[in-house]
């Protein structure tokens, strides 16, 4: 397991992996995870319901769908860094994956340059850690990028980019400008889907994610005590 130390206003922020985050040796949430806690879990019943009635088992879906994603993730940032990577087998991988091929030639058409890629932070005053996709660097403008390989753009994509802003600004001193987010479809009839926001849309989503930030902390509190309690 890799892990890089940063410091920063002499707080040690510690990064692990890309699932493990923690500040001053204490473990924080990602932002995904802050996320998940609160998605509509009415849309969820219905998808797992419909997963069962094709004789799908939930669970194996999930891990499908992430596993789709991570594989992906992978192989465009080693294609933007121009080096050596060969497709898996899953075809569902590779369509998301052609899709991307196809924009980013026409994106990188454009003078640009790569600040980084697949990027991990931690935030010192909110607790929470994340890692971003892309962060590019054009005409003195900074522009936050993330890829997605969902059916459709979620408010929690912007929210999840938000907190992400926030923690580039904390750590790196660096104003995004503009943030893009690239959705490339699973199947054929999904093709690639590109959404931008400016900078007052990022703050918004933040103040949402502020609220989940707080609420994910008060829910866990409330599940204990009532774990703690006595039965009467």
């Known amino acids: 397991m890799g892990l890089a130390t940063h410091y920063g206003n002499n707080k040690e922020i510690l990064i692990m992996a890309h699932t493990v985050y923690k500040v001053n040796e204490k473990k924080v949430p990602s932002v995904t995870t802050i996320l998940s806690r609160f ?55 590779q369509e998301c994956f052609n899709k991307f091929k196809d924009w980013w030639s026409d994106f990188a058409n454009d003078n640009f340059e790569i600040v980084f890629t697949e990027k991990s932070y931690c935030c010192r005053k909110y607790k929470y850690g994340g890692t971003a996709d892309l962060l590019v660097k054009k005409n003195d403008k900074y522009i936050l990028i993330d890829f997605k390989t969902s059916k459709a753009v979620y408010e929690d994509h912007l929210i999840q980019a938000s907190a992400y802003d926030y923690m580039i600004k904390e750590q790196d001193g660096v104003d995004i400008n503009k943030f893009i987010l690239a959705r490339f479809g699973k199947e054929q009839s999904d093709d690639f889907e590109i959404r931008e926001f400016t900078k007052s849309d990022l703050k918004k989503g933040f103040k949402y994610f502020k609220f989940l930030r707080e609420a994910f902390d008060l829910d866990k509190d409330i599940s204990k005590l009532i774990r703690r309690a006595k039965k009467k």
């Open 39 to 93: 998605k509509n879990a009415i849309g969820l019943i219905i998808w797992s319901n419909k997963l069962g009635l094709e004789g799908k088992n939930y669970h194996t879906e999930l891990n499908k769908a992430g596993d789709i994603g991570t594989d992906f993730h992978n192989l465009a940032e080693l294609h933007i860094k121009g080096e050596y990577y060969e497709l898996p087998d899953d075809p569902i991988v």
